[in-house]
């Protein structure tokens, strides 16, 4: 293990002070003791209760953050036919095209940080699984991105939508702005992706769903929170 850095050793203390700080406390602990040169990103960590080996428990969706997430926007390629071409134009995307778009991306093309595509075009999009899949850009219609409304599914993921899902050990990691956003804007951020990840509790998840929340920024320490702070918690 590498060596810990003055700063980071020191933000660890101030935050050890309490074992968990209720939600508002817990953002401008983060927010406070961020030290990087950088303007860093705050991240919330959930550890659920359930078990992503059973389909019926994955926990999945997206969010669109009160206050985006800052920094540069998302390059955006739609995979569409006809009209579609036009609005997501309109809306803002970065690439537009349809099966001329598949066989460039299985020449080697990746220029892009999200793919939305219309129903007809998955037919077409399904041969670029192994490409996209392992990179997290396949659509999918649970996240939004496998839909006719195309402009809106732009328009969302500009400002700042952001994906979750659950990993194999049950945490979901999720970026909610950065340090500069200042203690509330971050607050409502995060207020609002851990409203979302409880509403898509899964029905087949049995007993404590919400089991740990923690904030960290980029390079500071990790700051458990309050669950009973956490309006709804289950």
């Known amino acids: 293990m590498g060596r810990v850095g003055k700063k980071y050793r020191k933000a660890k203390e101030l935050v050890a002070a309490k074992p968990s700080y209720p939600l508002p406390e817990a953002v401008a602990a983060v927010a406070k003791n961020a030290f990087a040169k950088f303007d860093e990103t705050v991240e919330v960590a959930m550890r659920l209760g359930v078990d ?9 969706g997206t969010v669109v953050l009160p206050h985006g997430l800052g920094g540069k926007s998302k390059k955006v390629l739609v995979i569409a036919s006809g009209e579609k071409l036009k609005e997501a134009q309109q809306a803002g995307a970065d690439h537009v095209g349809g099966d001329d778009m598949v066989q460039k991306i299985q020449e080697g093309w990746l220029d892009f940080d999200a793919v939305v595509a219309t ?6 999009v399904g041969r670029l699984g192994k490409v996209l899949g392992p990179r ?10 496998v839909t006719f409304e195309v402009g809106k599914a732009v328009r969302e993921i500009k400002a700042g939508k952001v994906e979750f899902r659950v990993d194999k050990t049950a945490i979901i990691h999720a970026p909610v702005g950065k340090v500069s956003f200042g203690p509330e804007k971050l607050l409502e951020n995060a207020k609002t992706l851990i409203d979302t990840v409880i509403r898509a509790r899964p029905a087949a998840a049995k007993g404590r769903y919400v089991k740990s929340i923690a904030l960290s920024s980029t390079m500071g320490p990790g700051v458990r929170v309050d669950l009973a702070s956490v309006e709804g918690h289950a």
Do not use: C, I, Y
Request: charged share 25%.
């Open 119 to 124: 129903p007809e075009m998955m037919k077409s």
């Open 52 to 60: 992503p080996k059973h389909a019926d428990q994955m926990v999945r």
């Open 136 to 145: 997290g850009l396949m659509p999918n219609p649970k996240t939004g991105t």
